[in-house]
């Protein structure tokens, strides 16, 4: 039994779920999203309910049953309040700034970064070593935070680098000054 592909979705008021030839389309306040299907999956809209159910009970099935019960839940949440990663920056100087559809960054190179917005994707700077992706697509928000994070990923010997803002970094000791072998 699949406890995640059985949990029912309410659709919440303002939001809109059609599904037709193995695509599911949800449509809310904030936008629009698609996502195709595999045809052994068979949602199905119930008054403002989704449900999902699976043609057999084999491994692969089960996985599927629940991988696009969690993906339709994300499209349904994305609508509707959208999702965010916040980034921190840390460094001695290091400091960001909006300009426009960008994000300029000066993170310990000789010259500063930019980083441009894409499609589906706001960036905001409420400090100067904050930076927040904000999208209705949860996948496309996660992909686009590790690329900003990737510009200059955390070391564990000072702390540089960009991380998010609920990750831990594990600091190592440096070397031992002065001691003898």
Not at 112 to 120: D, F, N, S, W, Y
């Amino acid at each position: 039994m699949s406890r995640i592909g059985n949990a029912i979705i309410n659709i919440p008021a303002g939001v809109t779920v059609e599904i037709k030839n193995n695509v599911i389309s949800v449509k809310g306040p904030k936008g629009t999203l698609t996502q195709d299907f595999d045809p052994i999956i068979t949602p199905s809209v119930e008054g403002n309910t989704i449900k999902f159910t699976r043609a057999n009970d084999l491994g692969p099935t089960k996985a599927k049953h629940g991988l696009y019960r969690a993906l339709t839940a994300n499209m349904v949440k994305g609508v509707t309040e959208g999702f965010e990663k916040k980034l921190i920056v840390n460094g001695v100087g290091w400091k960001v700034a909006k300009q426009g559809n960008k994000v300029v960054m000066n993170v310990g190179f000789s010259h500063p970064v930019e980083i441009v917005e894409e499609a589906g994707i706001s960036l905001d700077c409420p400090s100067i070593t904050e930076i927040v992706v904000k999208g209705i697509n949860k996948e496309q928000v996660g992909q686009f935070a590790a690329k900003v994070r990737g510009v200059r990923e955390p070391e564990p010997y000072h702390g540089y680098g960009i991380r998010y803002s609920d990750e831990v970094i594990e600091r190592k000791v440096g070397k031992a000054a002065g001691s003898k072998g």
